[in-house]
T-cell receptor
Framework: GESVGLHLPTLSVQEGDNSIINCAYSNSASDYFIWYKQESGKGPQFIIDIRSNMDKRQGQRVTVLLNKTVKHLSLQIAATQPGDSAVYFCAGPSGNQFYFGTGTSLTVIP | ETGVTQTPRHLVMGMTNKKSLKCEQHLGHNAMYWYKQSAKKPLELMFVYSLEERVENNSVPSRFSPECPNSSHLFLHLHTLQPEDSALYLC?????????????FGSGTQLSVL
């Protein structure tokens, strides 16, 4: 079956450093991916998305990279701040639903 | 205020109770979803309503009963739940067929079944 997963369940970074969160997917026909951030006590919030006709997309302090050859995408957060501490999910749609990874819990060390 | 509102935020119920979760979206979307989020597991899709018709039911036990009276409101009726049903229940909406396919989530209802 299809799957979207994340490489590491936890990640700790020093404040000010860059963070890289990785995700792998199995369906080579997937053409759209989304990164979500979920803070404690809240629902997932959209961060950035990317379509398969792109390799890279930049937002404010975040960049998503898509490597279709190895079916891998990553979320890069520049100058990580304490407010970035959360669980990060990648997701990809298929039919009527989205497949979500298990999430990477990012902890920012002051 | 977020575009998707869920009530209540927290719910504790016994196994013989009947309760309902409510979701309202203010984004003009045409599809609404219920997801279950348990610790250490990916988000599990429960139900999808598109244009007020249920289009997806992911083998969810009958003790969960969804209702979508219009495109802005979604309910999840609960009865005779089990302790393993304790989880965070998330509602989401999206615009199917539009340019933006992403899901917008509410804050969830944290459910504890005793």
């Amino acid at each position: 079956g299809e799957s979207v997963g994340l490489h590491l369940p936890t990640l700790s970074v020093q404040e000010g450093d860059n963070s890289i969160i990785n995700c792998a997917y199995s369906n080579s026909a997937s053409d759209y991916f989304i990164w979500y951030k979920q803070e404690s006590g809240k629902g997932p919030q959209f961060i950035i998305d990317i379509r398969s006709n792109m390799d890279k997309r930049q937002g404010q302090r975040v960049t998503v990279l898509l490597n279709k050859t190895v079916k891998h995408l990553s979320l890069q957060i520049a100058a990580t701040q304490p407010g970035d501490s959360a669980v990060y999910f990648c997701a990809g749609p298929s039919g009527n639903q989205f497949y979500f990874g298990t999430g990477t819990s990012l902890t920012v060390i002051p | 205020e977020t575009g998707v509102t869920q009530t209540p935020r927290h719910l504790v119920m016994g196994m013989t109770n009947k309760k309902s979760l409510k979701c309202e979206q203010h984004l003009g979307h045409n599809a609404m979803y219920w997801y279950k989020q348990s610790a250490k597991k990916p988000l599990e899709l429960m139900f999808v309503y598109s244009l007020e018709e249920r289009v997806e039911n992911n083998s969810v036990p009958s003790r969960f009963s969804p209702e979508c009276p219009n495109s802005s409101h979604l309910f999840l009726h609960l009865h005779t739940l089990q302790p393993e049903d304790s989880a965070l229940y998330l509602c989401a909406s999206s615009q199917v067929g539009g340019e933006e396919e992403k899901l917008f989530f509410g804050s969830g209802t944290q459910l504890s079944v005793l």
